[in-house]
């Protein structure tokens, strides 16, 4: 099974700390650096990382470069979006209070060795939690997607097999001494996303397709955050021994 490949065989128990409080959005992308970095010493052991971040636009290291970022920049702030970039990943990403973050870190002594099979195993995992929380999730982009991505999970309205929305990202980033694979799942409010993300693809002159985006309760009416990360909670107890953990609020 391809998620398995996501897995360390020889260390199937990860350790699960619910961050309470975001840190904003800065501070929540350094501390997720961080504890990658802590995998050198060993005081990173392997964990999963969820929290409810605060209005943030993840840009990638390429939109930096693009002649309209700063007017993308000023127009996340305006909209109470706070803009950040990122070292892994693609273009401009956005996530907020209605949204989860998931950092997955593992020490790894190869972590390089199995990083396209990871987009592939995490993918179908989400996939598999959506499902479980009622949403009719599939593995793969939609046309013209913000953040295009081959392994982003979208969501299918029911009896409207045409509405598709973006509803999972994916990114990762590798050191000598283990990896970070951080998702971000849009659940509720779609709509600040949608706007925050119109106004920085156009200020970057980047095509995009604005129905890409949303939140699972535009589809499915009711789900909440709550049901979201109990459905991911569940589908990785079935490959992995999940245990508490506190680094901190």
């Known amino acids: 099974m391809g998620r398995r490949r996501a897995q360390r065989a020889e260390n199937p128990q990860l350790k699960v700390w619910k961050q309470q409080t975001s840190r904003g959005a800065e501070g929540d992308l350094a501390l997720a650096l961080d504890l990658l970095a802590g995998t050198r010493t060993g005081h990173t052991p392997p964990m999963l990382r969820i929290y409810r971040p605060q209005p943030t636009v993840a840009f990638g290291q390429r939109d930096t470069k693009l002649p309209g970022f700063n007017q993308a920049a ?8 706070t803009p950040v970039v990122r070292r892994a990943g693609g273009r401009a990403a956005a ?4 949204s989860l973050v998931i950092d997955h870190i593992e020490p790894d002594t190869d972590p390089i060795r199995e990083s396209l099979a990871r987009f592939s195993a995490f993918g179908e995992l989400y996939t598999e939690a959506l499902r479980h929380a009622g949403i009719d999730a599939e593995l793969g982009p939609v ?7 081959e392994h982003s999970v979208h969501g ?3 009896g409207e097999p045409d509405v598709r929305i973006k509803l999972v990202g ?11 694979f951080s998702t971000s799942i849009v659940v509720t409010d779609g709509a600040p996303i949608r ?3 119109t106004e920085a693809y156009s200020a970057m002159g980047l095509e995009w397709d604005p129905l890409s985006a949303g939140a699972a309760d535009d589809l499915i009416p009711g789900v909440s955050v709550d049901d979201v990360e109990h459905a991911i909670l569940q589908t990785y107890s079935r490959y992995w021994e999940l245990a508490t953990y506190d680094v901190g609020s």
Not at 170 to 180: K, N, S
């Open 143 to 149: 046309p013209y997607e913000y953040c295009y991505g």
């Open 74 to 81: 000023g127009a996340c702030r305006r909209l109470g979006f």
């Open 156 to 158: 299918v309205a029911p």
């Open 195 to 197: 706007r925050v993300l």
């Open 170 to 180: 994916t990114a990762q980033r590798q050191i000598a001494t283990g990896w970070l």
């Open 95 to 98: 996530y907020h209070p209605g």
